[in-house]
């Protein structure tokens, strides 16, 4: 939902990237400021020249931390308002450590200049973050001033308080309706989309108005607005219901804004069309090529999602058709670490666990466990559920950071309730290894083996994961530690070398399975053994015929099974290879919380996603 928010929701708003043409970078819009200095432009326009060269994979002439720095220089030395106010909008677009104390501080220097960006971001902050009154009604006063000086962004946010009544302000939303329809009035894409909400529901009964609505939304995503486009797509390639009006879907006709979107470089109608180049859908011919040079532009203009499918380019390479002797995209790490890095900037959760793995493994980066930590825990506070499984790891290790196993437990079990079979398998772990405690009525080791037969049998989990799982609880059975606190061991042979066996055909070369089914097997007759290997071989086939069958890729060395979780059961999170019919979904509106991202098959439908209007 856009309008509906809480203060510090609404906070993020102040982090919109500007859509306008120009010199912006990194959400930095000259076009915005009035009368910047010839110096702020000109590292703006150097960061955007260094995001150009990012984006096609190239070394820029000056970094974009160069530049950076170039503006810290004029904020800290030349008290320069939008370089004060630039700096505030990094440092809070960085996710660092105390980021938003340092944030404030720029923005108030700039607000206390006039700035009227950074008095609407520091008022939002302020407000939302403040359990006091006073504060709270501080921070609207500078919200209001920024809104009377004619900064669209904040006559949303004013107008997003009056339909909410927020802060002690009554809901009036005549007076919201009021400044949209100035903002609107500007040229501001998002308001006209906000326009959209306020008629389709969120103004209440009496201005329900499904004409209206629509007719606002056409126009957002005519002016090129994300949240619209996204709206506008999932309708007309679909054909749903806009409020009371049956959409009749028109793939042709979207494909015609898209196009027309793209032709005047609005990044989300490039990315929009790299990704109908790429799956070929929609009547868009397949063409690999065009893709390309559509996500770079849009990565260019800073589309996060274009960002991070160029990034896992960049970090495979790309090669559609070894016969014919041409590489599509070369393998560039550095390359594709700085294109993560960008999009990690947006606040993309996969972007910050794929730069926490380059810092991790030391790919074009000198290995460093600390910064790997920061970006997982980062990412998992995101709720990207691979980087909660990396944050339990590091923390339950000690690596990166101190050790704290309550604190790892704490994350495997998030990563456990997002899905992630290997959560599971670590909390089993740590239960076996008395790190954990379980329930009165219960054992570390009957926690371990409920633990692990919920990784057995979970339909996704990859066979690294699922391997680790039937050796561990095979291993329980061999003990026979599955008995009541106190009671001497009953050892189940015939169930440890089911499980032993299973292990041993994910990984017919690991010798750890071959020798635990081995020491199972010498505890059993010929005739168990050849009734127990029917057994396994009518669940491989009963599983195989319902789709969940694996292939013999988990691992093939030797030696005792970790006694720690690794963490290296889940892989690098990547977007999908050429044809993804969808990108990572960037924080790309400033209403909308940031989702994780994710990508799709290349045969499904472009999943565009539709704001939830009223909910």
Do not use: C
């Not at 590292?43 to 170039?70: F, H, N, R, S, Y």
């Not at 057995?456 to 530690?481: K, W, Y």
């Amino acid at each position: 939902m856009i309008l509906k928010t809480t203060l510090l929701a609404a906070a993020a708003t102040v982090l919109s990237f500007a859509q306008a043409m120009g010199a912006s970078a990194l959400g930095l819009n000259t076009e915005e400021w009035k009368n910047p200095s010839p110096e702020m432009v000109a590292q703006v326009e150097a960061m955007e020249k260094a995001m150009a060269a990012m984006a096609k994979g190239e070394k820029p002439e000056v970094t974009l931390q160069q530049a950076i720095d170039k503006v810290r220089e004029l904020a800290d030395k030349g008290n320069d308002k939008d370089a004060l106010f630039a700096m505030g909008f990094l440092m809070q677009q960085s996710q660092q450590q105390n980021a938003l104390t340092e944030a404030m501080t720029f923005y108030k220097r700039a607000a206390d200049l006039g700035q009227l960006q950074a008095m609407n971001n520091y008022g939002f902050i302020l407000a939302g973050s403040s359990q006091e009154v006073e504060k709270t009604k501080e921070g609207l006063d500078f919200i209001r001033k920024a809104a009377d000086g004619g900064l669209n962004a904040a006559r949303r946010n004013m107008a997003a308080i009056y339909l909410n009544g927020i802060g002690g302000e009554k809901r009036n939303p005549d007076a919201a309706q009021k400044l949209l329809e100035q903002a609107a009035g500007e040229g501001d894409d998002q308001a006209q989309f906000e326009l959209a909400q306020f008629y389709l529901e969120l103004g209440g009964e009496d201005k329900v108005d499904d004409d209206k609505a629509w007719d606002w939304l056409n126009k957002a995503a005519d002016s090129g607005n994300a949240n619209a486009l996204a709206t506008l797509g999932s309708v007309l390639f679909d054909g749903k219901t806009f409020g009371a009006r049956k959409i009749e879907a028109d793939p042709a006709k979207a494909v015609e804004k898209f196009t027309k979107l793209a032709d005047q470089g609005v990044p989300a109608g490039l990315r929009t069309m790299g990704e109908l180049y790429s799956s070929g859908l929609a009547g868009v011919p397949k063409d690999f090529t065009k893709a390309l040079e559509y996500f770079t532009r849009a990565a260019q203009g800073n589309d996060a999602a274009a960002q991070v499918v160029l990034a896992g380019y960049y970090d495979k390479g790309v090669d559609l058709d070894p016969a014919d002797q041409k590489i599509d995209v070369a393998p560039n790490a550095a390359a594709a670490l700085e294109l993560y890095r960008l999009a990690a900037r947006n606040g993309v959760p996969l972007a910050l666990y794929n730069v926490g793995v380059f810092y991790e493994e030391g790919r074009a980066v000198d290995r460093d466990p600390q910064k790997a930590f920061a970006h997982f825990l980062q990412a998992a506070g995101g709720g990207f559920a691979p980087a909660m499984q990396k944050a339990g790891v590091y923390y339950l290790n000690g690596v990166g950071t101190l050790r704290d196993p309550i604190a790892a437990g704490g994350w495997f079990s998030r990563a456990s309730a997002a899905g992630l079979p290997e959560g599971l398998l670590s909390l089993g772990v740590m239960a076996e290894s008395g790190l954990i405690g379980v329930s009165p009525d219960s054992t570390p080791a009957k926690a371990a083996a409920e633990a692990y037969q919920q990784v057995v049998n979970a339909p996704q989990v990859a066979d690294s994961t699922r391997f680790e799982a039937l050796l561990r609880l095979g291993g329980i059975h061999f003990r026979g530690a599955l008995v009541a606190a106190g009671q001497p061991p009953a050892p189940d042979y015939e169930s440890a070398y089911k499980l032993f066996k299973q292990a041993a055909i994910l990984a017919p070369g690991n010798e750890l399975a071959a020798n635990t089914l081995k020491e199972a097997a010498a505890k059993l007759t010929p005739e168990q053994i050849v009734k127990l290997d029917a057994a396994v071989a009518a669940a491989a086939s009963a599983r195989a015929t319902a789709g969940g069958g694996a292939g013999p890729t988990a691992p093939t060395g030797t030696g005792e099974g970790p006694s720690a979780p690794t963490g290296s059961a889940v892989p690098r999170a990547e977007p999908a290879a050429p044809g993804a019919a969808e990108a990572a979904k960037a924080k790309e509106t400033p209403e909308a919380p940031a989702e994780s991202a994710t990508t799709t098959d290349g045969e499904k439908k472009p999943a565009f996603r539709l704001p939830l209007f009223g909910r």
